[in-house]
């Protein structure tokens, strides 16, 4: 037990040394290692963030904690990470842009490419789908009609494209798969209709729709988590590519397609990115700041606030070092 005591305490001295000097600098200098103060740090933040989110609770430290993780979900796309034989991890900016994938382009620009894959809603759908057929699928392209349609378009289409000119001009484009073999009875129907509407013998009426909209997921183009809204002027054309039936519209784009992670921007948190101050121990972008602590034993102010809650929780008391030196390890 006294071990485990004098243990701690001794740890509370390197943590505190490391404290004083742990200033910006040498957290900035130190680029690759990740100091013992540092660990400690970090995990004291961790509790305090384990128990707002515990308590539900919107702390400073989570909305920090949330607008980190789509920063580093943007960034990381940024930069590739390469490990060596000993293990060492090194970023490095990603130069080569995302190949196009093999799509029409005809005299338009593309903007985006994107696939359109059922989303997984959750482990209980998953098993009650076990076994069966006809579930409603949830896909990122979800569709409006004026009335219900015979074919809910998301069901068939497999990627989507948007196009555009120098004028302005909208084109979306839906990348269907042949579905000359499928045993399920609406594809092949499906299948028939647009057989139907490529030779003229069917109007287009079953493959129209208002309005689509999506948030950008892994698509060539764009980057994540924005949100996109067409409504559909006319159905353009249909012809086939690279194996696909591609079904093409006319569209108009609707609102700013602004990042839906946008109005959780913390804009400490971003400031701090774009001055590269932020590493280590800085991201305790908390609660801190504000806070005064003066020495339990002699009174006097403590000016780092890491030494202040580094003794207060090892020693169960925020001392300076002056009166930390002084105190018997026995009586703690
Ligand atoms: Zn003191």
Redesign the pocket.
């Given at each position: 037990m006294l071990n485990k005591i004098k243990k701690k305490f001794r740890n509370a001295i390197i943590a505190f040394s490391y404290g004083l000097k742990n200033t910006e600098t040498d957290i900035l200098g130190q680029k690759t290692t990740i100091s013992e103060a540092n660990v400690i740090d970090q995990k004291m933040q961790m509790n305090n963030l384990a128990d707002a989110l515990l308590n539900g609770v919107v702390t400073e430290e989570v909305k920090v904690l949330r607008d980190r993780t789509y920063l580093i979900s943007d960034e990381s796309k940024k930069y590739k990470v390469i490990i060596d034989t000993i293990g060492t991890t090194k970023a490095v900016k990603n130069m080569v842009k995302l190949n196009m994938p093999k799509i029409y382009t005809g005299d338009y620009n593309v903007e985006i490419v994107m696939d359109n894959n059922p989303i997984p809603s959750g482990v209980i759908d998953a098993f009650q789908s076990v076994g069966t057929h006809g579930i409603a699928n949830i896909y990122p392209l979800k569709f409006t009609y004026e009335y219900i349609p015979k074919f809910k378009l998301e069901d068939y289409v497999r990627k989507f494209v948007v196009r555009s000119d120098s004028e302005g001009n909208i084109k979306l484009d839906l990348y269907v798969p042949k579905f000359t073999d499928s045993f399920e009875r609406l594809e092949k129907l499906f299948d028939n209709e647009l057989t139907k509407i490529a030779s003229k013998t069917s109007k287009t009426f079953n493959i129209e729709f208002d309005f689509i909209d999506f948030v950008s997921d892994k698509a060539y183009g764009v980057d994540d988590l924005r949100k996109y809204k067409f409504k559909m002027v006319k159905f353009a054309e249909i012809f086939e590519f690279d194996g696909s039936t591609v079904l093409s519209y006319d569209v108009l784009s609707i609102g700013d397609n602004e990042k839906i992670t946008e109005k959780y921007k913390n804009k400490k948190l971003r400031d701090n990115y774009e001055n590269k101050t932020s590493r280590g121990t800085k991201l305790n972008l908390g609660n801190q700041e504000s806070e005064k602590h003066n020495?339990e034993?002699?009174?006097?102010e403590i000016k780092n606030d890491y030494d202040y809650r580094i003794t207060k929780q090892t020693i169960g008391k925020g001392?300076?070092q002056?009166?930390l030196l002084k105190i018997d390890v026995k009586n703690i």
């Open positions: 020495c034993e002699c009174g006097v001392i300076c002056e009166c």
